[in-house]
């Protein structure tokens, strides 16, 4: 999700592990319940991109930040809010580990961020598999 021209400002929001679904099973006429597992359940997070139309994805100035910051959020609506279904997401954690996984995106809005070059991009991840692996 990060480049030169877009970044993710809460990527560790991905790093916890998924929430749990499940529960024990209530033992008639006796104390306690009785211990079933817990597995992993879909997650969804809240995202937030800053978007800036100084330069491309690569890094290459664009001559004018205005038509950058167009070319910029066309570029985020033919990638990753084009699709129906699930797309794949990496996530490179400070050691360098990489983690990737099935994702959604869901709820996307711009906002301003009042410099007139840039807008903040949020949206609704949702990681079926409840985490990235």
Request: charge should be neutral; glycine fraction near 10%; proline fraction near 5%.
């Amino acid at each position: 999700m990060n480049t030169k021209g877009w970044a993710a400002l809460n990527n560790y929001v991905l790093w916890p592990a998924s929430a749990r679904r499940g529960e024990n099973t209530l033992i008639p006429g006796k104390s306690g319940r009785r211990i079933n597992p817990r597995r992993k359940d879909q997650t969804t997070k809240s995202m937030e991109v800053l978007i800036i139309g100084d330069c491309n994805a690569s890094g290459v100035a664009y001559p004018n930040k205005l038509v950058g910051l167009e070319t910029n959020w066309g570029l985020i609506c033919s990638g990753i809010l084009s699709s129906d279904v699930a797309v794949t997401a990496h996530l490179t954690m400070p050691s360098g580990a990489d983690k990737s996984g099935y994702v959604q995106v869901d709820n996307p809005a711009l906002a301003s961020t009042d410099t007139g070059s840039a807008l903040l991009f949020s949206f609704d991840l949702i990681i079926p598999a409840g985490e990235l692996t």
